[in-house]
């Protein structure tokens, strides 16, 4: 009498290493939106996030001693890809072109890196250029009552 031959079961069941559960992660839009302003503030040429109406009130929040983060930051977040609209006052002479790309840049690699998603885009628009001497010519206005 001939025996039944087995054939080894295949399973699609991944493999985790011992003790480690398995799970969903999710990431808020404002987390991701926040990594991309952190990002776009450390590249060197920007000197503020957001249009005029976005940094005055920025300068309110920064009387009380709270920043946001994502100022001047839109995210389109996906399944699986973000598409970033960096709104940016550039320090002038750098060329804004430079700047733009530096940003775009940063920002593409803490997503990747930070977040784990990819990216599909970065737009910057450069509303405004920041002289040095802006900042003393409000200086003297505030001593002129």
């Given at each position: 009498?001939?025996?039944?031959?087995?054939?080894?079961?295949?399973?699609?069941?991944?493999?985790t290493?011992?003790?480690?559960?398995?799970g969903?992660?999710?990431?808020?839009?404002?987390?991701?939106?926040?990594?991309?302003?952190?990002?776009?503030?450390?590249?060197?040429?920007?000197?503020?996030?957001?249009?005029?109406?976005?940094?005055?009130?920025?300068?309110?929040?920064?009387?009380?001693n709270?920043?946001?983060?994502?100022?001047?930051?839109?995210?389109?977040?996906?399944?699986?890809?973000?598409?970033?609209?960096?709104?940016?006052?550039?320090?002038?002479?750098?060329a804004?072109?430079?700047?733009?790309?530096?940003?775009r840049?940063?920002?593409t690699d803490?997503?990747?890196?930070?977040?784990?998603?990819?990216v599909?885009?970065?737009?910057?628009?450069?509303?405004d250029?920041?002289?040095?001497?802006?900042?003393?010519?409000?200086?003297?206005?505030?001593?002129?009552?």
């Amino acid at each position: 009498m001939a025996t039944p031959t087995s054939t080894p079961s295949t399973s699609t069941t991944p493999v985790t290493p011992l003790g480690v559960a398995t799970g969903k992660t999710v990431i808020s839009d404002g987390v991701i939106a926040k990594v991309a302003g952190i990002a776009a503030r450390e590249v060197p040429g920007v000197f503020a996030l957001g249009g005029g109406a976005a940094r005055a009130l920025g300068a309110l929040r920064s009387v009380v001693n709270s920043t946001d983060l994502s100022q001047g930051i839109n995210i389109e977040v996906g399944e699986t890809q973000v598409a970033v609209d960096v709104t940016i006052v550039a320090e002038y002479p750098i060329a804004l072109q430079s700047v733009a790309e530096d940003v775009r840049a940063s920002v593409t690699d803490a997503i990747e890196t930070i977040i784990g998603m990819e990216v599909a885009e970065v737009n910057v628009t450069v509303t405004d250029v920041h002289f040095a001497s802006d900042d003393a010519d409000e200086t003297e206005e505030s001593r002129v009552l």
